[in-house]
T-cell receptor, first 112, second 114 residues
């Protein structure tokens, strides 16, 4: 157990739907990162939060949004889902930006 | 395209031999590098990191070498074991001082031959 908790582990949904992925960072970590991993794209950085504030954005689509709550857990919202959004979504946390990340076990999203 | 990448998509080694996985990066401003190991069905697991003020760092059975002159990073695994079978990713931090998302290469699949 890495200390980073992601739920759900698996999610199957239809195109056009909206889902929410949840992440609880490791205790003491203030930074949360979201990554998407697909077979042909590797690990793609989506977005980062630090202590509740958005810190950096990567290749995140406008249909996707995220937030970090006062208790530091984070949610990634994916809307108007397309088949191509099927992927593993990882959350990672670190004590602060610039330090090594600890990854959760991921959420496998399948859009049908 | 990727500016952080691994030279070989698959590396096959005999159990007990040493493994060397290579990575090239393109941004000379990158100052923090990490190696991750990802086993099937699991999230990436931190192995070892190195900052640009160092050229070598050792962990348990692993060594990371950084050559800033040619922008090359390598991971050496000593006495490779079956449990080392996984995909290995190098990652760089482009911000030059912390923060922001790491950029990952596509990974090298390490296969251990008995």
């Amino acid at each position: 157990d890495s200390g980073v908790t992601q739920t759900p582990k698996h999610l199957i949904t239809a195109t056009g739907q909206r889902v929410t992925l949840r992440c609880s960072p490791r205790s003491g970590d203030l930074s949360v990162y979201w990554y998407q991993q697909s077979l042909d794209q590797g690990l793609q950085f989506l977005i980062q939060y630090y202590n509740g504030e958005e810190r950096a954005k990567g290749n995140i689509l406008e249909r996707f949004s995220a937030q970090q709550f006062p208790d530091l857990h984070s949610e990634l919202n994916l809307s108007s889902l397309e088949l191509g959004d099927s992927a593993l979504y990882f959350c990672a946390s670190s004590v602060a930006p610039g330090y090594g990340y600890t990854f959760g076990s991921g959420t496998r999203l399948t859009v049908v | 395209g990727e500016s952080v990448g691994l030279h070989l998509p698959t590396l096959s080694v005999q159990e007990g031999d040493n493994s060397i996985i290579n990575c090239a990066y393109s941004n000379s401003a990158s100052d923090y590098f990490i190696w991750y190991k990802q086993e099937s069905g699991k999230g990436p697991q931190f192995i070892i990191d190195i900052r640009s003020n160092m050229d070598k760092r050792q962990g348990q059975r692993v060594t990371v070498l950084l050559n800033k002159t040619v922008k090359h990073l390598s991971l050496q695994i000593a006495a490779t074991q079956p449990g080392d079978s996984a995909v290995y990713f190098c990652a760089e931090n482009r911000s030059g001082g912390g923060a922001d998302g790491l950029t990952f290469g596509k990974g090298t699949h390490l296969i251990i031959q008995p």
